[in-house]
Nanobody, 122 residues
């Protein structure tokens, strides 16, 4: 079964940095897109950053200049480096992948990790 596992979440002080990682495993044929979403209490889930297989990236306006997403196609892993973090960055961060699974033999499908909590506080 396809599985996405996030790591790197935790407590960080305002102005600090954090690096999130997401590793995809299982019967995967290819991954076209990997992304990070976040959901704060009382808010809808929103896109933070996205990276395509070709290396093209997209960022939310709120994190531009502070975050960088990177991926390793061979390791099926994506990272999110977050710097100059603010209390408003506090949320559960979810890894998302748009991929083709060998097990299902279906077309590209979205998969989600269980999330990792990031808390920015003094």
């Amino acid at each position: 079964q396809v599985q996405l596992v996030e790591s790197g979440g935790g407590l960080v002080q305002p102005g600090g940095s954090l690096r999130l990682s997401c590793a995809a495993s299982g019967s995967i044929f290819s991954i076209n897109i990997m992304a990070w979403y976040r959901q704060a209490p009382g808010k809808q889930r929103e896109l933070v950053a996205l990276i395509t297989r070709g290396g093209s990236t997209t960022y939310a306006d709120s994190v531009k200049g502070r975050c960088a997403i990177s991926g390793d196609n061979a390791k099926k892993t994506v990272h999110l480096q977050m710097n100059s973090m603010k209390p408003e960055d506090t949320a559960v961060y979810y890894c998302n992948a748009f991929l083709r699974s060998l097990a299902t033999d279906a077309g590209d499908t979205a998969y989600w990790g269980k999330g990792t909590l990031v808390t920015v506080s003094s």
